[in-house]
């Protein structure tokens, strides 16, 4: 079946420490998205990127960083920098035009 | 710059009876509009989109949305709602004129009540 894979489903970590999320899709889809969601807040966009090897800050990439080196895949590094990195993180995927975003299951982080 | 709102946190309907949820945004040119549901702890799920056409969009599990250029709103409404419906609810906007940039309102949470 094609979808979107986000692993782990749980992700604990020590302040200070860099942590890569995972998200990896077979849908042969161009655009991938990252998203945070709090309570309250809804989703906010952090990255996405249209095609390979190219990517765009969204509207909260402070103390994230992305990479795009396959179709397939577009990992997430919060870094030590994300003042507030405790979150469920939200990867997406989109096909051409207007067709909507597939969704993966997500990463809760927590950093203490 | 493109945003999106939904001014209720949550909206509580009996069973039965028809429910609205809101959504009104802006954008520079013409928007391409989605409603997406959220049950806890998955991703989301697409029900409906308006891209161009009727103002009125039929999607899945029964909802539909109406899309007023006016009041640039584009509510989420079913005419008979059902338990299995508490959820919540995310409407998202994108600008047809600008680049894959999709933004997301704040979520309403539908709860029904049996």
């Known amino acids: 079946d094609g979808g979107i894979t986000q692993s782990p489903k749980y992700l604990f970590r020590k302040e200070g420490q860099n942590v890569t999320l995972s998200c990896e899709q077979n849908?042969?889809?161009?655009?991938m998205y990252w998203y945070r969601q709090d309570p309250g807040q809804g989703l906010r966009l952090i990255y996405y990127?249209?095609?390979?090897?190219?990517?765009q800050k969204g509207d909260i990439a402070e103390g994230y960083s992305v990479s795009r080196e396959k179709k397939e895949s577009f990992p997430l590094t919060v870094t030590s920098a994300q003042k507030n990195p405790t979150a469920f993180y939200l990867c997406?995927?989109?096909?051409?035009?207007?067709?909507?975003?597939?969704f993966g299951n997500g990463t809760r982080l927590t950093v203490t | 710059a493109q945003s999106v709102a939904q001014p209720e946190d949550q909206v509580n309907v009996a069973e039965g009876n028809p429910l609205t949820v809101k959504c009104t945004y802006s954008?520079?040119?013409?928007?391409?509009l989605f409603w997406y549901v959220q049950y806890p702890n998955r991703g989301l799920q697409f029900l409906l989109k308006?891209?161009?056409?009727?103002?009125l969009v039929k999607g899945s599990y029964g909802f539909e949305a109406e899309f007023n250029k006016s009041q640039t709103s584009f509510h989420l409404k079913k005419p008979s709602a059902l338990v299995s419906d508490s959820a919540l609810y995310f409407c998202?906007?994108?600008?047809?004129?600008?680049?894959?940039?999709?933004?997301f309102g704040s979520g309403t949470r539908l709860s029904i009540r049996p």
């Open positions: 998202a906007v994108r600008d047809i004129g600008g680049a894959s940039k999709i933004i």
């Open positions: 308006y891209i161009t056409g009727d103002n």
């Open positions: 990127s249209q095609i390979v090897n190219d990517f």
């Open positions: 997406a995927s989109k096909g051409v035009g207007n067709s909507p975003l597939h």
């Open positions: 849908l042969n889809h161009d655009a």
């Open positions: 954008v520079s040119g013409n928007p391409y």
